[in-house]
């Protein structure tokens, strides 16, 4: 059974940085995608990047491009978010997620497993 834990959430100043780490375990060899996803009060759930596991390609919201990065480290079985700049409007709820897909999608109905999320609060 495949499981993710997330971590590294926090309280953070307009600005700062954060990197959330996602841990999996079970069975992953055909979880080709890993995501990370948002999901800010009253708004629906958005994907934030991916990352392919074979060819390491990786896509972003336009929103995060130039200030996130996602990145993978299988000898630790952790996929990372690396968070810079970040503004009061990236307060959300932070979740990764795997997908058996072949292509890269932001879309959440791609994904199968999810972990339990990770709460990252932007404010002054």
């Known amino acids: 059974q495949v499981q993710l834990v997330e971590s590294g959430g926090g309280l953070v100043q307009p600005g700062g940085s954060l990197r959330l780490s996602c841990e999996y375990s079970g069975f992953t060899l055909n979880y080709y995608l890993w995501g990370w996803f948002r999901q800010a009060p009253g708004k629906e759930r958005e994907g934030v990047s991916c990352i392919s596991s074979s060819v390491g390609s990786t896509t972003y919201a336009d929103s995060v491009k130039g200030r996130f990065t996602i990145s993978k480290d299988d000898a630790k079985n952790t996929v990372y978010l690396q968070m810079n700049s970040l503004k009061p409007e990236d307060t959300a709820v932070y979740y990764c997620?795997?997908?058996?897909?072949?292509?890269?999608?932001?879309?959440?109905?791609?994904?199968?497993?999810w972990g339990q999320g990770t709460q990252v609060t932007v404010s002054s």
């Open positions: 997620a795997t997908s058996n897909r072949p292509w890269n999608t932001l879309k959440p109905s791609s994904y199968i497993h």
